[in-house]
């Protein structure tokens, strides 16, 4: 790829979702072994999605207002690492959720200008955007693996460490990503708030803020769904990895899949089997076959539903339209239903059990399924992949 970073954009995925693969699978392990009950947990991890509704608008305003895209990406990466440092030395609720708070700010803000700086530099060529990165799901199988064999061995406060080096690596290569001009058409612009009142709009947002908060308790207690059932932490990040792999394999064959399915039969297919899934990892944890079939499925919520939903969001978004676009789905979705489902698992666990905070989550799903099949018609994506480039972030 001709004048194309290559491997300073590789290394910047890579150790961004490397800190996920460390930080989400097992940091409510740790906080759990500072004897915090599940409802300070959820709030504590909750902070990842609060902080999304907000920090990336915030910060990709000033980018636009500086038109310094990779010097924000720069400071939010020190930032993040000076916040999460903060866990050595606090161990109250009330500092650990500050420092989760600064953590999350800063950390939350970065991959949406990661990602307009890396099209920007592929311009026309955004089908090879997938060689990129594909390096964020090979640093996220590292570090769930690596993290869990670790954690076998040594003792949690171990972790501490293992966050610091992923933030440490997401600060270097941020240092040696370029700039780039910003790439777009600016006739091709729109009011967003137009947009947004459109009936399929406003239904994809709302089943993928349901998705999302159906997710919740997946980050927040699955492992230790999973530990408490006698699970070592190296199953655990097996089980972690298995799921990515499984995103990975569809994120291979989904262009066959919109040609012979079209979008929202993949949407629907998504919400269906994360009913089915979330009921599985509830009731049935006892069964390792059950549950590696339920990771399995991982690829269809989120893997296929994420993309497709994204190419839903780029069509309907045009132009500049685009940006403004794809922070409404992350603040939205991620941001809110994220939110709103870590809170809701932190209250029902402790009151309800593992079994009912997941058939909660299936619940979740099926609305967002039920607003899918009722407002988001096939004629909204039919043209979707014919018309814009599918771009999976």
């Given at each position: 790829m001709h004048d194309l970073p290559y491997w300073r954009l590789s290394g910047y995925y890579f150790f961004y979702f490397a800190f996920v693969g460390a930080f989400s699978p097992y940091f409510g392990l740790y906080l759990q072994s500072l004897s915090f009950s599940a409802w300070d947990i959820g709030l504590l991890m909750s902070q990842m999605q609060l902080m999304r509704l907000c920090a990336p608008y915030l910060w990709g305003a000033l980018a636009d207002r500086l038109a310094q895209r990779v010097r924000i990406v720069r400071l939010a990466a020190l930032l993040s690492l000076f916040g999460f440092s903060a866990f050595f030395v606090v161990q109250s609720f009330v500092a650990m959720l500050v420092a989760m708070a600064l953590l999350a700010f800063f950390w939350s803000a970065a991959l949406p200008l990661v990602e307009t700086v890396?099209?920007?530099?592929?311009?026309?060529?955004?089908?090879?955007y997938s060689r990129i990165r594909l390096w964020g799901s090979i640093g996220f199988i590292v570090a769930v693996m690596g993290t869990g064999a670790l954690l076998d061995s040594m003792p949690l406060p171990r972790l501490l460490w293992v966050i610091v080096g992923t933030l440490a690596g997401i600060l270097v290569c941020a240092l040696v990503v370029p700039e780039v001009a910003?790439?777009?058409?600016?006739?091709?612009?729109?009011?967003?708030?137009?947009?947004?009142?459109?009936?399929?709009?406003?239904?994809?947002?709302a089943a993928c803020f349901l998705m999302s908060a159906a997710h919740g308790a997946l980050y927040v207690f699955y492992s230790i769904h999973l530990t408490d059932h006698h699970y070592s932490k190296l199953?655990?990040?097996?089980?972690?990895?298995?799921?990515?792999?499984?995103?990975?394999?569809?994120?291979?064959?989904?262009?066959?899949?919109?040609?012979?399915?079209?979008?929202?039969?993949?949407?629907?297919?998504?919400?269906?089997?994360?009913?089915?899934?979330?009921?599985?990892?509830?009731?049935?944890?006892?069964?390792?076959?059950?549950?590696?079939?339920?990771?399995?499925?991982?690829?269809?919520?989120?893997?296929?539903?994420?993309?497709?939903?994204?190419?839903?969001?780029?069509?309907?978004?045009?132009?500049?339209?685009?940006?403004?676009?794809?922070?409404?789905?992350?603040?939205?979705?991620?941001?809110?239903?994220?939110?709103?489902?870590?809170?809701?698992?932190?209250?029902t666990w402790?009151?309800?059990?593992?079994?009912?905070?997941?058939?909660?989550?299936?619940?979740?799903?099926?609305?967002?399924?039920?607003?899918?099949?009722?407002?988001?018609?096939?004629?909204?994506l039919d043209d979707t992949c014919e018309k814009r480039p599918l771009r999976v972030a």
């Open positions: 890396t099209f920007d530099h592929l311009r026309d060529k955004p089908d090879q910003s790439y777009g058409s600016a006739d091709e612009q729109l009011p967003v708030a137009t947009i947004i009142r459109q009936a399929r709009v406003r239904a994809l947002f199953l655990v990040g097996c089980l972690w990895s298995l799921g990515v792999l499984a995103e990975i394999g569809v994120f291979f064959f989904m262009a066959a899949m919109q040609r012979s399915l079209g979008l929202r039969v993949i949407l629907l297919i998504s919400f269906a089997a994360t009913v089915l899934r979330f009921l599985m990892i509830g009731w049935c944890i006892e069964w390792l076959s059950v549950i590696i079939f339920a990771q399995l499925l991982h690829g269809l919520t989120f893997g296929a539903y994420h993309a497709a939903a994204i190419a839903a969001v780029n069509r309907w978004f045009p132009g500049h339209c685009q940006a403004r676009g794809q922070a409404l789905y992350s603040s939205i979705s991620f941001g809110a239903g994220g939110l709103l489902g870590s809170l809701l698992s932190g209250w402790d009151r309800l059990g593992a079994g009912l905070t997941y058939t909660l989550s299936s619940a979740f799903a099926a609305a967002g399924l039920i607003f899918v099949v009722l407002w988001v018609k096939r004629s909204d």
